[in-house]
């Protein structure tokens, strides 16, 4: 692997690239990254990168997403067939049945989602800043696409207003169940649940915190607790063991894993780099129309 990191610090300086990866991506491709983080952060760092390349290392809309935000550069994505199911789980008819139907709506869009559709929409939000975000919107009316968890958890922390909920869901994070994150309380009754909001609301109750990726990192390395079981993807144990070599974490299932994050490998970002493909290309209407919800992202979570 040292090899494959020298190769790659190489390609690197010689192409003036950097490499952006999210949380749930292997180990390795998070040593090799400039900037890993939470699709938050990622929008922000997408925006301010100089380097003319940027490899994004994680699904297909990430790195839509680093081209909507910085469309000058060369966006790279290691794996194309890297996607997430959820990104797709909405419908530009339904936004425009429910912009007919409700006045004062506005369209809210989980970044987890295709270009397209957030070229029909308001504005974005992650897990990190959702609540945030649909709190200070003046609309009364919030139609919340494409995760329904999402949307739900943030309803009922927003009373206020009136949701449309959309059927997405993350397949990893959806799968998580009640009894098995009591089986792992049950064996580590000391241990604190944390949970990301892509999960059933019946598990989002069980939480002593839900957030983010980066929420429930942070969460560990302020609690004073030794022991955590951690339901999302297990990608995060990363940073979080990093940071905190001395607590211990638990998954609610073993097999707690996006086998689309972990298509990202090191040979593949190395192949991207030295190619350069494949490349994100989006048509100039579309940059247009999807940049601007994201922009708004950035401007509300200020
Ligand atoms: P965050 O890292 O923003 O919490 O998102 C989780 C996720 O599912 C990304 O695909
Ligand atoms: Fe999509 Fe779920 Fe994978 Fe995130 S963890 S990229 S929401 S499938």
């Known amino acids: 692997m040292v090899e494959k990191l020298e190769l790659l610090a190489q390609l690197k300086k010689e192409k003036n690239a950097v490499i952006l990866a999210h949380y749930y991506t292997d180990d390795e491709v998070q040593k090799a990254a400039d900037y890993v983080g939470d699709s938050y952060f990622l929008s922000e760092k997408a925006r301010e990168v100089k380097e003319d390349i940027i490899v994004m290392c994680g699904v297909s809309f990430m790195g839509e997403s680093v081209k909507l935000l910085n469309p000058d550069k060369t966006v790279l994505i290691p794996d194309e067939t890297a996607d997430c199911p959820m990104a797709h789980m909405a419908t530009v008819e339904r936004i425009k049945e429910v912009r007919e139907k409700y006045d004062d709506v506005a369209v809210v869009c989980y970044v987890n989602s295709t270009a397209e559709l957030k070229s029909h ?17 003046p609309n009364k009316n919030i139609y919340f696409i494409p995760d329904r968890n999402l949307a739900h958890y943030i309803s009922k922390k927003v009373t206020d207003k009136n949701f449309i909920f959309n059927e ?14 009591k089986k792992v309380k049950n064996e580590h009754p000391e241990a604190e649940i944390l949970v990301h909001p892509e999960c059933v609301k019946e598990v989002a109750e069980m939480g002593d915190y839900v957030g983010s990726t980066s929420g429930i990192i942070k ?22 063991k990093e940071k905190n070599p001395n607590k211990k974490f638990y998954l609610p299932k073993e097999k707690f894993e996006c086998m689309d994050m972990k298509k990202i490998t090191l040979d593949k970002i190395i192949k991207a780099l030295k190619t350069n493909e494949p490349q994100v290309h989006l048509k100039k209407e579309l940059i247009e129309n999807a940049n601007k919800p994201l922009e708004n992202m950035l401007r509300l979570a200020k």
Do not use: M, P, Q, R
């Open 121 to 137: 929409s308001d504005v974005c939000v992650t897990s990190a800043n959702a609540l945030k975000i649909v709190e200070n919107l």
């Open 168 to 181: 997405g869901h993350c397949y990893i994070h959806n799968s998580v169940t009640v009894e098995e994150v």
């Open 219 to 240: 969460y560990v390395s302020g609690s004073s607790k030794d022991e955590f079981i951690i339901c999302t993807e297990k990608g995060v144990l990363y940073e979080l």
